[in-house]
């Protein structure tokens, strides 16, 4: 149980010949996305690899499903494989749901999401409001994507550094890539596809009613 909500909470707990111009797309794309997406939509695919122990191959759990967001605050992560839990931050407070041990978890968002690589995805809408957490360095281009790298301020936080990897679509720019590394070195890269771009959500769609006969924790 512990191992499945470590999974979901790392993600909460959350990114050449001429370098320089590579370098400096990278905070470009990250604030146009940061200003110009004010909510989104899209599928995904999580892989989790496990630090290697006793000279083993390290492990890897792979999961999908799919992600809503509306700024500022507001995010719902539906994971549909390999077995199905919800995430679910209204603004107030972080829920975690876990059919299968009938069971929510009830966080102080604020507190739960501090300095965590979510705040690319729903809260901060300028680049200046991430810098407040984290240093934003820029990263040389590769897979047809921009980098930058944030590496938060404080080092007694949940994570070592994120790297977003980014792209101007058609419609606008889009993160496609959500890679961090934990302070124990376990590694989790989200990987996003059929991008909505300001798609019309509702914010009563973040809304989170534990269901009947759940039982609530409140750590």
Request: one cysteine or more; proline letters at 7%.
């Amino acid at each position: 149980m512990l191992q499945r909500r470590h999974f979901l909470l790392m993600v909460a707990g959350a990114w050449s010949c001429a370098p320089v111009m590579a370098q400096a797309d990278g905070l470009v794309l990250l604030g146009q996305f940061l200003q110009q997406v004010k909510s989104g939509r899209a599928q995904f695919s999580q892989v989790v690899t496990a630090v290697p122990k006793n000279g083993q191959p390290p492990r890897t759990r792979t999961s999908s499903g799919v992600l809503e967001f509306m700024r500022p605050g507001r995010f719902r992560f539906v994971y549909k494989k390999p077995f199905e839990q919800t995430l679910v931050a209204d603004g107030q407070t972080l829920w975690l749901h876990d059919p299968d041990l009938q069971q929510v978890t009830a966080r102080p968002q604020a507190q739960a999401l501090a300095a965590t690589p979510l705040a690319l995805i729903t809260s901060a809408t300028q680049l200046s409001g991430l810098q407040a957490d984290f240093l934003l360095q820029p990263e040389v281009a590769r897979d047809g994507l921009q980098w930058v790298r944030a590496t938060p301020r404080r080092a007694d936080g949940q994570i070592r550094h994120a790297l977003a990897g980014l792209r101007s679509g058609e419609h606008g720019p889009e993160l496609v890539v959500l890679e961090v590394q934990d302070a124990l070195g376990q590694r989790s890269v989200l990987t996003f596809s059929a991008f909505e771009i300001n798609p019309a959500l509702k914010a009563d769609a973040f809304q989170f009613h534990p269901p009947a006969g759940t039982d609530v924790i409140r750590p």
